[in-house]
């Protein structure tokens, strides 16, 4: 059984970071690709980031490149995110897309197999 479970959430201040993780288990295909979505009140989900279960082949979405990084195994992927705004406030959750031939990880939703449950994270002073 494929699970991801995002954690690390919390409230922090403008300016501030925070790391999260999602831990990656149960995923038997030979290459797989991990993507942090956030969706913040009222507003669509975003893909924000993503990397391959091998640790390379990293995207960013305009809007947080620069300021997040990710990082991570087969086991475990992190999202550091620095610089935080007020708008950066989410709940942050990881998918996974294990189609067979990936070759590049994706940021876009619909693509995604697997979800795990999010993490809020509230950027507040």
């Known amino acids: 059984e494929v699970q991801l479970q995002a954690s690390g959430g919390g409230l922090v201040q403008p300016g501030g970071s925070v790391r999260l993780s999602c831990a990656v288990s149960g995923i038997t295909r030979p290459r797989y690709g991990i993507t942090w979505f956030r969706q913040a009140p009222g507003k669509e989900r975003e893909g924000i980031s993503c990397i391959m279960d091998t640790g390379d082949g990293a995207d960013y979405a305009d809007s947080v490149k620069g300021r997040f990084t990710i990082s991570g195994d087969k086991m475990t992927v992190y999202l550091q995110m620095d610089s935080l705004k007020p708008e950066d406030t989410a709940v942050y959750s990881c998918?996974?897309?294990?189609?067979?031939?990936?070759?590049?990880?994706?940021?876009?939703?619909?693509?995604?197999?697997?979800w795990g449950k999010g993490t809020q994270v509230t950027v507040s002073s």
């Open positions: 998918a996974a897309d294990v189609n067979y031939g990936i070759r590049d990880c994706s940021l876009h939703e619909r693509i995604m197999d697997y």
